[in-house]
T-cell receptor
Framework: DTGVSQDPRHKITKRGQNVTFRCDPISEHNRLYWYRQTLGQGPEFLTYFQNEAQLEKSRLLSDRFSAERPKGSFSTLEIQRTEQGDSAMYLC??????????????FGPGTRLTVL | AQTVTQSQPEMSVQEAETVTLSCTYDTSESDYYLFWYKQPPSRQMILVIRQEAYKQQNATENRFSVNFQKAAKSFSLKISDSQLGDAAMYFCAYRSGTGANNLFFGTGTRLTVIP
């Protein structure tokens, strides 16, 4: 079990550019989540996948944001036409989706995005 | 929507002493789960302890224990014998047992451990 990994760890971009982040969940986990965390706040939910299906999306996920999990393994989060307000830590989490259990989410180290 | 409130932005504790972090939540559901996560500086978030709402017994994990008061919608974390490595941001989180799968987080409490 190597844990949840995210790449890159840091990304600096100019306003208007597109960025893409990758998340590799714990290998046996079928659920994957994206959250956004701004300074001094707790993480806020963005979207959720069960296997390759995107089942939930937050109102925070504007049309500039898109997430995929094509084969039910890794996921990508793309932000188009970045804005300074997109600057945040983007966290990925995965869980095993065990029926009847607390379905604990395990978090990756995050990708810190800075939009200049 | 569920809300989670952590009213203590910062707390400090002497090494080896005990500290309690507060958390309240608002929900109309009867089936849910509660979590405390720890986020050390520049490190990833890790689970400290979890509580199922249907369990009356308070969860305990070594030096960490919770005081779960379902009627009061309160879920505090007690850290006993505090260690320097306990210094971190602590987040309380809520997850529905029947609806949305995502976590709702509070704003966090920054814990400082004084040697």
């Amino acid at each position: 079990d190597t844990g949840v990994s995210q790449d890159p760890r840091h990304k600096i971009t100019k306003r208007g550019q597109n960025v893409t982040f990758r998340c590799d969940p714990i290998s046996e986990h079928n659920r994957l989540y994206w959250y956004r965390q701004t300074l001094g706040q707790g993480p806020e939910f963005l979207t959720y996948f069960q296997n390759e299906a995107q089942l939930e999306k937050s109102r925070l996920l504007s049309d500039r944001f898109s997430a995929e999990r094509p084969k039910g393994s890794f996921s990508t989060l793309e932000i188009q036409r970045t804005e300074q307000g997109d600057s945040a830590m983007y966290l990925c989490a995965s869980s095993g989706g065990l029926a009847g259990g607390p379905d604990t989410q395990y978090f990756g180290p995050g990708t810190r995005l800075t939009v200049l | 929507a569920q809300t989670v409130t952590q009213s203590q932005p910062e707390m400090s504790v002497q090494e080896a002493e005990t500290v309690t972090l507060s958390c309240t939540y608002d929900t109309s559901e009867s089936d849910y789960y509660l979590f405390w996560y720890k986020q050390p500086p520049s490190r990833q978030m890790i689970l400290v302890i979890r509580q199922e709402a249907y369990k009356q017994q308070n969860a305990t994990e070594n030096r960490f224990s919770v005081n779960f008061q379902k009627a009061a919608k309160s879920f505090s974390l007690k850290i006993s014998d505090s260690q320097l490595g306990d210094a971190a941001m602590y987040f309380c989180a809520y997850r529905s047992g029947t609806g949305a799968n995502n976590l709702f987080f509070g704003t966090g409490t920054r814990l400082t451990v004084i040697p």
